[in-house]
Every structure is written in C-alpha cells, then in structure tokens.
Nanobody
Framework: QVQLVETGGGLVQPGGSLRLSCAAS????????MGWYRQAPGKERELVAI???????NYAESVKGRFTVSRDNAKNTVYLQMNSLQAEDTAVYYC???????????????WGQGIQVTVSS
C-alpha cells in the first residue's frame, strides 16, 4: 500500500508563512494527482490545491495568490507553500495522493494522517 507522511505544520502569526510537505512511500507503480485538503472545526473537508502529473494545478478560490502547490516526482513528494496566512486558514491539512500500486490495479486515493496548521496572534 501507500503511506503518506506530512510535515511542516504548526502555529504561525497572521501574515506569516508555512511550508507543508508530504512524502509518499510503499508499493507505488505510478502517481497521478497529488494535493492537499483541509478541514476546519465544524466544517467539511475541502480541496485546497492539487497538482496533476503533467504540471496542471488547481486551487480553491480562497487560497489563490497565496498558496502554491508543487511536486517532486523523483521523491514522490508534494509541497504546499502557504503565504499571507489568515486565521481562516486554521485547519487540519490532509495530503491526498491518487496512485496505482500495480500496473494492473486501478488507481486509488490515499490520505495522510493530517497535520494541524494554526494561524493566531
């Protein structure tokens, strides 16, 4: 199976920056999209940003211009650079990877354990 390990969360003041990383390991034949979701208390999980294999990216409207998603395919790692953080960005951030573990197996979605990002003064 696929294991995802997220790092880089924490507490930051409004206007500050954080960089999240998510490394995928395990039995991986190929990786399609890699991205980030988040879930704030009392809210549903929402897409933050996603990077497709070919380099296409997609962002939630609320983070456009502030967050940047990127990936290092050689390291099976996806990053989320978060700038100009606001209190509304406080949430648990989850890494999501769509990957195939064998050539003949349909790709599946895999989730990280989640990492807390808190924006507060």
């Amino acid at each position: 199976q696929v294991q995802l390990v997220e790092t880089g969360g924490g507490l930051v003041q409004p206007g500050g920056s954080l960089r999240l990383s998510c490394a995928a390991s395990g039995t991986i034949f190929s990786i399609n999209a890699m991205g980030w979701y988040r879930q704030a208390p009392g809210k549903e999980r929402e897409l933050v940003a996603i990077a497709a294999t070919g380099g296409t990216t997609n962002y939630a409207e609320s983070v456009k211009g502030r967050f940047t998603v990127s990936r290092d395919n050689a390291k099976n790692t996806v990053y989320l650079q978060m700038n100009s953080l606001q209190a509304e960005d406080t949430a648990v951030y989850y890494c999501n990877v769509n990957a195939r573990i064998r050539a003949w197996v349909v790709a599946g979605n895999y989730w990280g354990q989640g990492i807390q990002v808190t924006v507060s003064s």
